[in-house]
């Protein structure tokens, strides 16, 4: 899920969680448990529209029949990946500075306590399979730029443009807008017009973007696995790798444990470690959603202390074995929302959001 976010906009936020922020509170977060019985199989997502309900449906079809939940993760996060229409993710993400689409992902299975990830993938529709890939058929964990392109291409992957339409559009009005010194629009003679015509009017206002998805399964064996995938900040220095597939911030599984995931501002969740953070707060008895505001708390005392005003945009969903869950988020204009489906069928849920008050 991608979200424009202006720094300004939180310019006056309070000093932390405890000084003039508002927490929004939520559900329980374990409404999908029976009293004594696990709430397994379950997948979620921290995509909240249609594609994500797609998505759910589809890796859904694979748990229920007692399929493992590697492949039902993998399943769900290629249905986003495809769709041409989100630009946080795969086909149809938006491009770095120079107008090409670098992607990541990173997989995590519990079970074997492998993990694999790919960066800076260009060309390649769904590097969450890729990611899979060097989980499983390397012992590394990490491949980037030309040398996972090349991996990729070995296993059979297909080389195919990934920039579309709208996402070029998105990115040249950008690269228009981005100084009023540079010879990029419309002749200067010219500019007063073209701006009163509405000449991006399609496209709303873009300053940075922030999105990926991550999704996160428990299989019918109790195995939990996860990934996470994105076509990282948009715009973007060329080479710039986000907490996506770095195991241990934009991903964790831990089958005795639970996972965690995370999207938003990569740099602020690789400082923190997030999502390996969240797991071993409910490895101490934390409940998933409880967790996921830990995370959020921690951010935003760091930052309290060198820069008050500074509120990254960040939203974290998370799982225990028991099949429980939870999803915080900062510096949303909106309560974070991730989509589940378990055996009673496909649902929402609303977490809680840390925001300035307005």
Known sequence: MRKSISRRKFVNSALGAGAGVILIPSLSGSAVQEKGKPSWPLLITSHDNETGRRA????????KNGGPAVDAVERAANIIELDPEDT?????GLPNENGVVQLDASFMSGKTYSAGAVACLE?????SSVARLVMERTDHVLIVGAGALAFAKAWGFKEENLLTEKARKIWLRWKEELSPADDWGAPEHLQKQIKKEAYWKDYPDIEH???TTNVLAIDANGDIAGCTTTSGLAFKLNGRVGDSPIIGAGLYVDNEVGAAGATGRGEDVIKSCASFYIVMRMREGRTPQQACEDAVNMIT???SRINPG???SEKFVAI??????GCAGLALDHKPVMTLIYGKGLSSYEGTVFNRIK
Do not use: C, Q, R
Not at 320 to 325: R, S, Y
């Open 56 to 63: 759910m449906e589809a890796g859904w079809e694979i748990l």
């Open 310 to 312: 500074f509120f990254p």
């Open 301 to 303: 005392e760091k930052y």
């Open 88 to 92: 946080s993710v795969g086909y149809g």
């Open 209 to 211: 973007h922030y999105g």
């Open 320 to 325: 225990n074995k028991k099949g429980d869950f």
């Open 123 to 127: 060309n390649i529709k769904t590097p």
